[in-house]
């Protein structure tokens, strides 16, 4: 009797050598499975996915494809009941206490809601982290990509990226929006400072290191996916086609020949699929009057066909629901086009209606749900989600520590560009006798870090850890120096001409289509300033803090140096690094700058 039972058991016993074990929480009418086989760190991803897809419902597989917008869920309990797959931080979609710690609690409280669900598969939370983890205060701002992209040095990016991606895990993240390869035409675009600059292969390089960098982050079994940025030809949208009222280029057309839509813009894409990017967010804009994530070729015959992207591909913002007024449709034509996660900003309720009904009415197949639920699975197991979903707080303590941030000055002083340099005015003498500083962006760390800092906007002030550029001039220069400073440059108090004056002006901080500018240049106040100043100065150093190259042409015969700082971040004192000598200027125009 004991043998047949014996044999009974080891015949029917699964493959794998696990109990299943079913958890239900008495007040919790939701219970979820233990020592499934998926859950089986033991087993090949392959086995494990296989397990797990054959065990989901319809519902669940299209809850995973949902990339729901943390300030848009209205009831966390929401999490669980759609058994949404991702969540992310916006700009500025930031956690009550707005800590480090803060958001290792966030992100672990919405990770407790997918572990209610019925088969415990964890959350992916995304967030932009474009330079640094810039939404949190307290951690290292590097300079924004226009910066890295004057370093021109693969090396640094990869190092950037590195600690960027160990910032944002040590809060609980694991996937980064971020890097974007767009290819910059337009100077008067919002977003050309979150990209690498106008040439196509200083973009690919440079991508490609960031994107290793990123991806070689690995601690206690965890890594962290990049999220490439944005599909296809971002950066060469035509000035007064944005589809958004109240933006001029971004989220606009781009009416190039398909032939330099393949040169300059899929060339960085390519360059990512090689360096194994993890996944592909699909842009807002459109390329010959359609939208991209509506676009087949664009996604399955050109991304996934061509260039073999086996990663996942995902929306970005409210983009699909903008390829057609009705929801319904505009759902199909992107999930039928290849993109596997869409991005929900405001609603999500009506999604899993939506998909469901498209698969009943057979205008999106079980194939293609399946192939979308298989490509997230996957990414999630790559990252190790499945075997820690939660994360604990010792990692904190490297957020904004010393040594990152002396990355991100050494990052500061390797993008400073010298557009020009009369009688050797730079570098300056740290042992003169006095030096004035002016100007809007000289004691100003928002300024000094631009759009993407903290809110999605930037903002305008010193409310983050860091080091302004006049901190940095003060703590450079010898102890018998006077460093005199006024915004506006109102010296008229000082009776001898100081030796340098140096005035640190640019613009405000600004996002996307909010910063799309006709004609980017100075405000009255700073070149007041620099008007004042010069009054009471031998010389005039102008160090401009700005996402892109400013029409300054007018005024710079006037000045002895001029200096392109772009947006530097959290450590300002890399600028008086190379200001005073200590290092040489060597960052490269990453775009043209016409002088
Ligand atoms: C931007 C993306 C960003 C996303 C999430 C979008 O509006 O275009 O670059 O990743 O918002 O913040
Ligand atoms: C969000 C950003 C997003 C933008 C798109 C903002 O409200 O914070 O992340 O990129 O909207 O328009």
Redesign the pocket.
Known sequence: MLAIGLLAYNFFRPLVNIEYVKVCDQKDKNCHVTNLPYQNSTLSTEERIADLLNRMTLAEKIGQMALVEKNSLGNLDDLAKYGLGAV?S??GAKPEVNTPAGWQEMVNNFQSYSQKTRLSIPLLYGA?ANHGHGQVPGATIFPHFIGLGATNDPGLVHEVAKVTAAETAATGIYWI?SP?LDVVKDLRWGRTYETFGSDPQVVSKLGQAFIEGLQSYNKRGLTVAAGA??YISNGSMVWGSSTNNDFFIDQGNSNISEAELRQIHLEPFRQAVNANVKSI?VG?NSWQGEKISASKYLISDILRGELGFTGLIFS??YGVYEIERSKYNSLVRAINAGVDMI?LPYDYEDFVTYLQRAVANGDISQERINEATRRILTLKFELGLFDHPAIDSADLKIVGSKENRDLARRAVRKSLVLLKNNNAAVPISKNISKILVAGSAAHNLGKQAGGWTVEWQGIDGNWLPGTTILDGLKKSVSANVKVEYSLSGDFSAQNNLADVGIAVVGENPYA?GWGDNNNPSLSAEDLSAINNLKQKSKKIVVIIISGRPLNIKEYTKDWDAVIAAWLPGSEGQGVADVLFGDYPFTGTLPIDWDL
């Open positions: 992310l916006g700009g932009d929006f974007n940025k944005h967010m807002l970005d913002w991005m996307e």
